[in-house]
């Protein structure tokens, strides 16, 4: 098993080096042969990767503790399904999941039956196999995923009690899909600019890798979020970790280049804007990538220092460095062909802001990402930022960003006029004045608080309109009924409506930021076994504290009943485990008690032998409308992406490789 398990490493860094070179001559000899024989490698390099997924995956399940990725990650009494998943619990193992998915997507790109005989197709391969010989090095000679112990332990480490958890089976595995899914659409520019090709081609053939990529961004940070809330026990869901920052800037990007590209669609504006976007998205997947892997900075969810972290920064800056040339060299031609705004009231202009707004943003993070470091390498002292940075900084952006998707479906494309500004805004906007002021009625006193709500209430006043216009009209040309005009009118728009889905959840998921942030209740207290534990319409009763063995886990646990003004909602139990690994810290299992209105959170702190207990209690209100909101930007891009159509585009090129088309 050793030496076919290393096989599949070495071999496939050979064919990606081979399909590279041979895919290299065919582009610059114009031979087919030679293209086709690269294509032929990509699938075997694609077998070489799944091949070693699968050979990890059986060493994991059977323990083969003398292999040191299975002792660090698995021990004989954790659960099969954890067994699997300690796959990507490491550096080597997450190095080849990330592998296996680029080898994947590139045949997918390849051999695609809406990109045969395109030119593009062996430059955007080529790209693609310099990621895969990066790749293959790297766990070939430096994460080596079958490295062999000189003796064999007895018992593995085991995994890491907080990866134990449904969300950590999910959440990597959509984060590293969006990440290595962002390539795709890079390859795709950057094959185009060593064309000359100026058209937004590429971008159309690209539309649904993108919204994929950022769909399972979206899911892995979505994942993310609900694994911290139930697994870590402090409350929250977004601590602004250096890792979780890793995944959120390219989201934001990669948000941007989805808007900004229908500018360039529509009126062929943004193009050296809309290279720019897709070069740092995909500089910030390996920016996130070498963060996690370096050590450089701590994180919960960081992996263990490596000297991964300096061949990522070097293949990071030769890709960044290499982009930015082909487009500098390609600069004028962008310029020339590039249309112009006409008017600061427009539609255009509304997503332009946006755009600066998700890019200052991510600029806004990754700085206090990085600030830490900065501080070291200048002052000597490493300077922590904080979440009180983040949220000071990002909370307006926030907020803008709400109002300018609020304003950009009433607006109209090259002009508005005064009398359509009129028209659209004013019963809006004087719906959501009054929202505010019943807000401050009802209690709501914080400032940001009710601009934040009024601003929602504008989203969905404007976005409601968009929906009913679209089918007033359809139902006056059709004779529809509401129900089906409404159906048809998405499915004949699916980019933009799906968008609009996409913008409610985030209004969704604000309602719940904003609840959470700022009417949230915490008490932590010491009770004795009979006392009640009081917070906000909720009473705890502490009624037993007692202990038991699930394997070779022990578990510490309190038995509590919850009444709210008065009525009895149930009995829950918050614990605290103890894996059977000494090492290991103990975790909590949180109680948790939803409503659409706000959560009751429970967790077991600590005990004494006389039975007194400390529990920490939150009131979290609104935190459900989070999860909601993260369930329809899913749906929404599913919408947008599904069943797309290409509208028989024919590529348009002034460089052509015509004998490899």
Known sequence: MYLFANATIYIGLAVAIYSLLVMTFGISTKKQMYVNSGKGGMIALFVCAALAMLSLFYLLATSQFQYQYVTDYTSSELPIIYKFTALWAGNAGSLLLWTFFLTLYAIMVAFSRKMKGNPMVPYISAILLANAVFFFFILGFVAKPFAVLSSVPAEGRGLNPMLQNPGMIIHPVTLYLGYVGLSVPFAFAMAALILKNVDDFWIKMTRRWTIVAWLFLSLGNIFGAQWAYVELGWGGYWAWDPVENASFMPWLTATAFLHSVMIQERKNMLKIWNISLIIVSYALTLFGTFLVRSGVLTSVHAFANSNLGLYFLIFMGVAVIGSLYVLMSRYNLLKRSAGEFQSFVSKESSFLINNLLLVGAAFAVFW???????????????????????????????????????????????????????????IPAILAVIGMMLMVVLGIQKAWAVIGYGVIILLF???????YRGVKARRKMTGESPFIALYRLMVKNRRRYGGYLVHLGI???????????????????????????????????????????????????????????????????????????????????????SSLKEDLYIVLSAWENDGKATFVVKVNPMMDWLWIGSFMIVIGALFAAWKGKYQNITPRYTGVLSEVS
Not at 461 to 467: Q, S
Not at 571 to 578: G, M, V
């Open 368 to 426: 206090g990402t990085i600030f830490p470091l900065v501080s070291e390498a200048v002052r000597g002292t490493k300077v922590t930022v904080g979440i009180p940075f983040f949220n000071t900084v990002e909370a307006p952006i926030l907020l803008s960003m709400m109002f300018v998707m609020a304003v950009c479906p009433m607006l109209a494309w090259q002009r508005s006029t005064l009398k359509n500004l009129k028209k659209n805004f004013l």
């Open 461 to 467: 006043i404007t976005h409601f309109l968009e929906f």
């Open 507 to 593: 209004a969704f998921i604000t309602m719940g930021i904003i609840g959470s942030q700022n009417y949230d209740l915490q008490t932590m207290k010491t009770v004795s076994l009979g006392q009640s534990i009081d917070i906000g319409a909720y009473r705890i009763n502490y009624e037993r504290l007692d202990q038991k063995k699930e394997g070779t886990n022990d578990i510490v646990y309190a038995g509590v009943t919850v009444f709210k003004d008065g009525k009895r909602l149930g009995s829950y139990e918050p614990k605290k485990i103890f894996y059977g690994n000494a090492d290991s810290e103990p975790s909590s299992e949180v109680a948790i008690i």
